[in-house]
Structure formats: structure tokens, C-alpha cells
Nanobody, 125 residues
Framework: QVQLVESGGGLVQAGGSLRLSCAAS????????MGWFRQAPGKEREFVAAISWYGGITYYADSVQGRFTISRDNAKNTAYLQMNSLKPEDTALYYC??????????????????WGQGTQVTVSS
């Protein structure tokens, strides 16, 4: 099992920045990628970004490409999401997720085995 704890959410004005962190513990040696998803009120959960744990390959949703950057620190078992040029439409509950090896795409929610509790990001206009 893997436990995930997110931090770094908050309230920010449009155009501002936030950095989310996701600390993993437990059987982390089997993790192959970590991802960030978000869910706004009344909307379905959507993919934001993902990173392969050992190769560092990154994936981004079109809506955040060029504004958000995902990274990881293997020594700390932590993934990060640097969010710049935030917009009100980025307001959502952001979830961190981790996956063991499987054949599903890293951009798909059902590819992930473990989820954090979420951290709220609110962007005011």
C-alpha cells in the first residue's frame, strides 16, 4: 500500500502561483508514475499532469500546458505541481495519485491505485 499526502493548496489571485506537494509513503518502490487530477464543483474529475517515476517523462492536459510543471524528487518520494498564471477556472480540489505497473495510460484516472485526500486550490478573479 501507498499513502499520499498533499499540501500547498490555498487561495490566490488570478495570475498568481502555487506549488502543490504530494508525499508518498509505504511501498513506494513499486510506483511507476504519479499524477495530479482535479475536480471542480459540479464537474467530473479531470487529468492535470503526470510524471513517470524513474524516466521523468511528463504528460499534461491541454488546459494547463505551458502554465503548470510537474516534477518529482525520488529521494524524498515526493511529487510537485508548480502552477503559474493561475486562472479562476483552475479552481478545484486537486488530488495526487500513484500507480503500480499496469497497461493503462498514465493520463487516465483508472490507471491509478492510490489517491490522496485532496488539497483545495481557489483562484479569485
Amino acid at each position: 500500500q501507498v499513502q499520499l499526502v498533499e499540501s500547498g493548496g490555498g487561495l490566490v489571485q488570478a495570475g498568481g502561483s502555487l506549488r502543490l506537494s504530494c508525499a508518498a509513503s509505504g511501498r513506494t518502490f513499486s510506483i511507476v508514475s504519479m499524477g495530479w487530477f482535479r475536480q471542480a464543483p459540479g464537474k467530473e474529475r479531470e487529468f492535470v499532469a503526470a510524471i513517470s517515476w524513474y524516466g521523468g517523462i511528463t504528460y499534461y492536459a491541454d488546459s494547463v500546458q505551458g502554465r503548470f510543471t510537474i516534477s518529482r524528487d525520488n529521494a524524498k518520494n515526493t511529487a510537485y505541481l508548480q502552477m503559474n498564471s493561475l486562472k479562476p477556472e483552475d479552481t478545484a480540489l486537486y488530488y495526487c495519485a500513484a500507480r503500480y505497473p499496469n497497461s493503462r495510460q498514465p493520463t487516465a484516472g483508472n490507471a491509478y491505485d492510490f489517491w490522496g485526500q485532496g488539497t483545495q486550490v481557489t483562484v479569485s478573479s
